[in-house]
């Protein structure tokens, strides 16, 4: 059983309030969850108004595959949110 986590550090445009922010990382956390079936959470930055850390997991037989689903997800979060990503950290248990 393969567990592949990634942390992904991102500044959000135009939030200029934490109802902002939490707007923008909710429907990221919500989409990714109900998408891709993977576990999300916001983990650090949570009083910034522009920075959200958030993480997502995914349990496989494969790393290719698992480690697949998450770039899927980072796609998806690139392609579709008004955000830039500046860290992904990547890690396998």
Same mark, same amino acid.
């Given at each position: 059983m393969?567990?592949?986590?990634?942390e992904?550090?991102f500044?959000?445009?135009?939030s200029?309030?934490?109802?902002?922010?939490?707007?923008?990382?909710?429907?990221?956390?919500?989409?990714?969850?109900?998408?891709y079936?993977v576990s999300? /959470?916001e983990? +650090?930055?949570?009083d910034?108004?522009n @920075?959200a $850390?958030i993480g997502l /997991?995914?349990i +496989?037989?494969?790393?290719k595959?698992? @480690?697949? $689903?998450?770039?899927q997800?980072?796609?998806e979060?690139?392609?579709?949110?008004?955000?830039?990503i500046?860290?992904?950290?990547?890690?396998?248990y």
């Amino acid at each position: 059983m393969i567990v592949q986590t990634v942390e992904i550090s991102f500044l959000i445009f135009d939030s200029y309030s934490l109802k902002d922010k939490r707007s923008v990382v909710k429907s990221i956390l919500k989409k990714l969850h109900h998408r891709y079936n993977v576990s999300t /959470a916001e983990l +650090g930055s949570l009083d910034v108004l522009n @920075e959200a $850390v958030i993480g997502l /997991a995914t349990i +496989g037989n494969s790393q290719k595959i698992c @480690e697949q $689903v998450l770039r899927q997800c980072i796609q998806e979060i690139e392609d579709n949110y008004p955000v830039e990503i500046h860290t992904v950290d990547w890690d396998r248990y």
